[in-house]
């Protein structure tokens, strides 16, 4: 909890010197005390092998053999795992013989239709992990078309798919250890298997997804190997995760800057976190709406409710003293 104690003083005191006007100042802090509240729920699951306990590793900085309280006592294979606000449910996939599968199968749908004291799904996020390294990820499809998407409710958005293990999908041929990237040839192949699995995942639930891939690393002896679109895989849980509980991830993610060094350079990840956090202290409970009507008054001439709908994102600067203020804290974790 310490870390977000950290993440939120920090916030709190940099707006409070920033030059915004005072009725943003108040709002962005009163939001700053409700983000503190939340809780961020997210279900990982995927086949055995697949590095799902690396990958929490990876993200989090979390030793899943120390950290948690043991299994849910309500869906017995489900382990929980607590840091702070972020709550992760490491879950079984399927592949574990058919009794074992029909009782995973049964507890993931217990889980994913569970409610939270507000009535809402408890699980706001389902990271499902694929093994690169396989050629058979027939149970993987089967979890994810007859389990996981029809519990998923309305919101099919809660669901990601990540093939991890990118750096042995073609049996460790292709990939470059020195810069810890795949070669061409790899790399195409790797996009031709996102292609085939977003695919196949539309054909048989109608739900667009867009898988990743990614390693999550390993210690092999004394060398060992960083991650790879580790940042990308955390953008995309950032993203994908409800605006107001998006600052929690500020306080788990893991601070070796090693593990952030890697990715696939299309596109700058980072600056995509930064953007999405900003974004979810700066609009989340309609502050946007309330800054609005309370600048409205002072300019004149401009109905509030027309600002309103502008949201803070834009009015008085507020966006971009957040994103820069998030990103002086992200600044020795990302490398800037």
């Given at each position: 909890?310490?870390?977000?104690?950290?993440?939120?003083?920090?916030?709190?005191?940099?707006?409070?010197?920033?030059?915004?006007?005072?009725a943003?100042?108040?709002?962005?802090?009163?939001?700053?005390?409700?983000?503190?509240?939340?809780?961020?729920?997210?279900?990982?699951?995927?086949?055995?092998?697949?590095?799902?306990?690396?990958?929490?590793?990876?993200?989090?900085?979390?030793?899943?053999?120390?950290?948690?309280?043991?299994?849910?006592?309500?869906?017995?294979?489900?382990?929980?795992?607590?840091?702070?606000?972020?709550?992760?449910?490491?879950?079984?996939?399927?592949?574990?013989?058919?009794?074992?599968d029909?009782?995973?199968?049964?507890?993931?749908?217990?889980?994913?239709?569970?409610?939270?004291?507000?009535?809402?799904?408890?699980?706001?996020?389902?990271?499902?992990?694929?093994?690169?390294?396989?050629?058979?990820?027939?149970?993987?499809?089967?979890?994810?078309?007859?389990?996981?998407?029809?519990?998923?409710?309305?919101?099919?958005?809660?669901?990601?798919?990540?093939?991890?293990?990118?750096?042995?999908?073609?049996?460790?041929?292709?990939?470059?250890?020195?810069?810890?990237?795949?070669?061409?040839?790899?790399?195409?192949?790797?996009?031709?298997?996102?292609?085939?699995?977003?695919?196949?995942?539309?054909?048989?639930?109608?739900?667009?997804?867009?898988?990743?891939?990614?390693?999550?690393?390993?210690?092999?002896?004394?060398k060992?190997?960083?991650?790879y679109?580790?940042?990308?895989?955390?953008?995309?849980?950032?993203?994908?995760?409800?605006?107001?509980?998006?600052?929690?991830?500020?306080?788990?993610?893991?601070?070796?800057?090693?593990?952030?060094?890697?990715?696939?350079?299309?596109?700058?990840?980072?600056?995509?976190?930064?953007?999405?956090?900003?974004?979810?202290?700066?609009?989340?409970?309609?502050v946007?709406?309330?800054?609005?009507?309370?600048?409205?008054?002072?300019?004149?001439?401009?109905?509030g409710?027309?600002?309103?709908?502008?949201?803070?994102?834009?009015?008085?600067?507020?966006?971009?003293?957040?994103?820069?203020?998030?990103?002086?804290?992200?600044?020795?974790?990302?490398?800037?």
């Amino acid at each position: 909890m310490q870390n977000n104690q950290n993440f939120a003083e920090k916030m709190q005191r940099d707006i409070e010197a920033s030059g915004l006007p005072e009725a943003i100042k108040r709002k962005l802090i009163a939001n700053l005390l409700l983000l503190k509240g939340k809780k961020v729920n997210m279900l990982v699951t995927g086949a055995t092998g697949c590095g799902k306990s690396s990958t929490i590793n990876a993200l989090f900085d979390a030793d899943v053999s120390k950290v948690g309280v043991g299994v849910d006592p309500e869906t017995m294979d489900i382990e929980k795992y607590e840091l702070g606000n972020l709550i992760l449910w490491d879950s079984p996939g399927l592949g574990d013989g058919k009794e074992a599968d029909n009782r995973h199968a049964k507890n993931l749908k217990a889980k994913l239709l569970e409610r939270d004291s507000e009535g809402n799904p408890l699980i706001d996020l389902v990271l499902v992990i694929l093994d690169g390294s396989s050629r058979d990820m027939g149970t993987s499809f089967e979890l994810i078309s007859n389990v996981i998407v029809p519990n998923l409710g309305e919101d099919k958005c809660r669901i990601l798919v990540a093939i991890n293990q990118a750096d042995m999908a073609m049996k460790g041929r292709g990939w470059d250890r020195e810069n810890n990237k795949p070669e061409p040839e790899l790399e195409r192949f790797l996009e031709e298997k996102v292609e085939s699995v977003r695919r196949r995942i539309k054909e048989s639930t109608g739900v667009d997804v867009e898988p990743i891939y990614y390693s999550a690393g390993y210690k092999d002896g004394d060398k060992p190997q960083r991650p790879y679109n580790l940042t990308k895989l955390l953008y995309q849980i950032v993203h994908y995760t409800p605006k107001d509980k998006r600052t929690i991830y500020a306080n788990n993610i893991n601070r070796d800057r090693e593990m952030w060094e890697d990715d696939d350079d299309l596109k700058d990840y980072r600056d995509g976190i930064l953007d999405d956090i900003a974004e979810s202290v700066s609009e989340c409970a309609n502050v946007g709406a309330e800054i609005g009507e309370s600048v409205g008054r002072v300019i004149g001439g401009v109905p509030g409710r027309v600002i309103g709908r502008i949201g803070g994102k834009i009015l008085g600067g507020a966006f971009g003293v957040v994103k820069s203020i998030a990103k002086s804290f992200f600044g020795g974790i990302f490398g800037w």
